[in-house]
């Protein structure tokens, strides 16, 4: 157990031993730091720990979690502790009462995998479901309420893209987030009128979960740092490009539809404006792959400069329908 690590415990839980360390999956956000402990009395707890002494994400994580406990339908894990203004800012929460969904869908066939994602598309809608007057980011709150620093939409989204870009693995495509920013800009009209709704920001399979006792059958959601109060088109978006299609294609056709069904089951319909606004969203999230180009490259079975070149070809496209 290192200092960082003992420095949380200490101030969250004093007077107890720990057993084991474990990891707790990779990450591609180097800001934070996230691992099992196992406590000698049997308990077992998740810490989340900031790398870099700012609590921001701590302090919003905390209250968008107790908020959407008090007042959403969506399942959400137990906060057992938490500081953010600390050394080191950290979060403990309980395990998760459920199976992962990453696992779930792993082992499923087709038409399983469908009916998990018509799920994934009802509980996006139920986060969808809490709504603001204003766009903006999340500063802190409590199960009372969220403390918003509202702005308009474009700018809110402006600032989550300079946030992937600080946090991106290398440069090589940093000019991709210049082209889409400017594009977006340019789209302010289209954005700033749109409905404000809680986003979750991050909703990959990993940071999903089969809930059980209460909300029995639902799918919950994790991992709540970089939730924000915006468009809720980004966000069904974004889920989509993380759960259902691949690097270079689009997700099967049943698995999709499915996915936005359940969305229209829970919420009557997909937002207004869906398809005039999927396309800027749709090169927003693919900067989450060319700003993260190395960590692809590295794991993938084909040429890194054939890769890139790929990439760079796919976001002109991409921001081309746009512009």
């Known amino acids: 157990m290192d200092e960082q690590i003992a420095a949380a415990l200490d101030d969250a839980f004093p007077d107890r031993d720990v057993d084991a360390v474990h990891p707790s999956g990779p990450s591609w956000n180097d800001e934070n730091r996230t691992v099992g ?18 609590g921001s994400r701590i302090a919003r994580e905390r209250a968008v979690i107790d908020y959407v406990d008090e007042h959403g339908d969506v399942p959400v894990p137990t906060v057992l502790a938490s ?36 799920q994934v598309g009802l509980s996006l809608a139920n986060v969808h479901a809490l709504r603001f007057e204003e766009h903006g980011r999340i500063v802190g709150g409590s199960a009372d309420g969220l403390e918003l620093e509202a702005k308009p939409w474009t700018d809110v989204l402006v600032e989550t893209m300079t946030e992937m870009s600080d946090i991106g693995s290398q440069d090589r495509f940093s000019h991709h987030f210049d082209a889409v ?16 709704t809680l986003l979750h920001g991050d909703p990959a399979r990993p940071n999903c979960f089969h809930a059980e006792g209460r909300n029995e059958g639902e799918i919950g959601f994790l991992d709540w740092e970089i939730a924000h109060v915006g468009d809720p088109v980004r966000d069904v978006e974004r889920t989509r490009g993380l759960q259902f299609d691949s690097l270079r294609a689009d997700g099967p056709e049943e698995i999709v539809r ?15 404006g869906f398809e005039e606004r999927r396309p800027i969203y749709d ?11 190395d960590k692809y490259a590295s794991f993938r079975d084909e040429d890194p400069e054939e890769l890139a070149a790929w990439m760079d070809g796919e976001m002109e496209r991409r921001i081309e329908k746009i512009t």
Do not use: Q
Not at 258 to 272: E, K, N, S, T, V
Not at 283 to 293: D, E, S
């Open 37 to 54: 402990i196992d406590f000698r009395d049997g308990e077992s707890v998740y810490l989340k720990m900031s790398n870099v002494g700012d």
């Open 83 to 118: 500081d953010s203004a600390g050394a080191v800012p950290y979060l403990v929460t309980a395990p998760v009462v459920g199976e992962n969904l990453l696992s779930s869908w792993s082992d499923a066939n087709a038409t399983e995998r469908a009916e998990l994602a018509r």
């Open 181 to 196: 920013i400017e594009a977006v800009e340019d789209n302010r009209e289209l954005l700033d009128d749109t409905p404000a």
């Open 258 to 272: 499915a996915f936005y069904d359940g969305y229209r089951d829970r919420a009557g319909g997909l937002p207004d």
């Open 283 to 293: 090169a927003v999230r693919f900067l989450g792959h060319t700003g993260f180009y």
